[in-house]
Every structure is written in structure tokens, then in C-alpha cells.
């Protein structure tokens, strides 16, 4: 059985940009996201890396899952917080069943 899939939405978080305009914007004016790392824990501290400048604390705020007693992966946070981006420009809510896919870890 096949399904046809449609993208109607878009969003992003990136070590550029907040938001898909944010990000257009600092790929425009050739804005690097690229430096150290300051909020992910990994033996690769010293290599240059693209990181999403908050917390995770910070991230579960901005995702709006602040409220559970669940441990969100950095990954599922960043998602839910373009997932929402995309359903908010292009008011998706309500009207057509989406869904999210992401790869296992």
C-alpha cells in the first residue's frame, strides 16, 4: 500500500536561527553557527561545532513539555520545537492528521 505525503509545513531550530526566518537571515548574511560547545556533554569538546545555543532546560521551555515527568532527548525537544513552527505559520492545527518521523538513535 502506498500513501502519498505532502509537506505543507516548515520549520527549524538551528545553531544559526531560532525560527526559519532567523535562520534564512543568518544564511544570507553568511552567519556561522559553528564554535565551542557549551551546552552538550561530549568527550569532543574541543572539535568546532554547529550547536543550538540553549539548554535543554531552556529547550523543554521553548517546546512547551516543561510540565511532565518525562526526560526529553535534546533531539525530540529541537523536533517538537520546528514541529510547532511549521503547524503555527501554516495553521495546520486541527484541519489534516500529521505526524513527525525521526530517525532511532
Not at 5 to 19: K, N
Not at 65 to 92: F, G, M, P, Q
Not at 95 to 103: A, C, F, H, R
Request: avoid cysteine; glycine fraction near 8%; hydrophobic fraction near 40%.
Amino acid at each position: 500500500m502506498s500513501r502519498r505525503v505532502f509537506v505543507t509545513g516548515t520549520g527549524i531550530i538551528s545553531a544559526i536561527g531560532t525560527d526559519l526566518t532567523e535562520t534564512f537571515e543568518s544564511l544570507k548574511f553568511l552567519k556561522s553557527g559553528i564554535g565551542k560547545i557549551s551546552n552538550i556533554s561530549t568527550i569532543h569538546s574541543d572539535i568546532p561545532f554547529g550547536e543550538v545555543k540553549f539548554t535543554n532546560r531552556e529547550l523543554s521551555e521553548m517546546a512547551g513539555v516543561t510540565r511532565t515527568n518525562k526526560t526529553w532527548s535534546r533531539t525530540t525537544l529541537l523536533a517538537i520545537i520546528a514541529t510547532k513552527e511549521a503547524l503555527k505559520k501554516h495553521d495546520l492545527k486541527n484541519k489534516i492528521k500529521t505526524g513527525l518521523i525521526l530517525p532511532p538513535l
